[in-house]
């Protein structure tokens, strides 16, 4: 039987962040969450959400200057979940190409690059991409015309009852390359280009997207994700 306590959620507090957004999302879903930076209470929570806005230089920068990055290493190592929101699913790959070249987390094997040049017939398409979107499974894996179903792709995942090609809001002129395809659990198209916005590789979940800021189909993925965690609450 599940346990009925309250869900603690830490919401990592580095000074890049939608930080209240999440907050107010994971309230909807039933969770206790915390803004903060404390490695006390990162340790101590059921899970940890690293949002994060802005350049992928500054923000490790400033996960280093506040000591947050062997706590979040902690984390991953305990099995309980981490969970990447924007640039905070950038920096838990292994390098950046924003602005020079920088080390990341490397909880993900793989690296962030820019959109290059991304069209759409004969139009350029700007960059960042600031908009609505679609989500759909990986490739190979898109449910037929007409069809609202995901199948089974994205059961027992943040995007469980998703349809497959979900609008969800997007802000963001750089995207992930994981090194390995298992780990991509939704790609999206800007122009010619389809990139990774989600992905999931064992406790870790991470959207390029925003979740928070998507709507009702954005709070079902906070839902999901409350009921994911409880699950390895329980198994602990």
């Not at 802000?171 to 989600?198: N, T």
């Not at 009702?216 to 906070?222: A, D, F, P, S």
Request: charged residues 20%; hydrophobic residues 40%; aromatic residues 8%.
């Amino acid at each position: 039987m599940l346990s009925a306590d309250p869900l603690r959620i830490a919401i990592l507090d580095y000074g890049l962040g939608n930080l209240f957004s999440v907050k107010h999302a994971c309230e909807h879903a039933g969770m206790n969450a915390t803004v903060t930076s404390s490695q006390e209470e990162i340790l101590n929570a059921d899970a940890v959400i690293l949002p994060g806005m802005g350049a992928f230089g500054d923000a490790m920068d400033a996960l280093r200057r506040l000591d947050l990055i062997s706590p979040l290493h902690d984390v991953v190592s305990s099995g309980k979940p981490l969970i990447g929101v924007c640039l905070g699913m950038q920096l838990l790959m292994s390098e950046s190409h924003e602005f020079g070249r920088h080390r990341g987390l490397g909880f993900v094997e793989g690296s962030v690059v820019k959109f290059d040049n991304p069209v759409e017939g004969s139009t350029k398409l700007k960059v960042p991409q600031i908009e609505w979107n679609n989500i759909y499974r990986p490739p190979g894996g898109r449910a037929p015309a007409g069809t609202t179903t995901n199948g089974e792709a994205w059961t027992n995942s943040p995007l469980e009852g998703l349809a497959d090609g979900e609008f969800m809001y997007f802000v963001h002129s750089y995207h992930a390359k994981p090194d390995a395809s298992d780990v991509v659990l939704s790609v999206s198209q800007y122009g010619h280009i389809e990139f990774c916005s989600s992905l999931k590789s064992a406790n870790i979940f991470a959207f390029q997207f925003h979740p928070e800021r998507s709507g009702v189909e954005g709070l079902r993925i906070y839902r999901n994700l409350a009921s994911l965690i409880r699950k390895s609450r329980c198994a602990e």
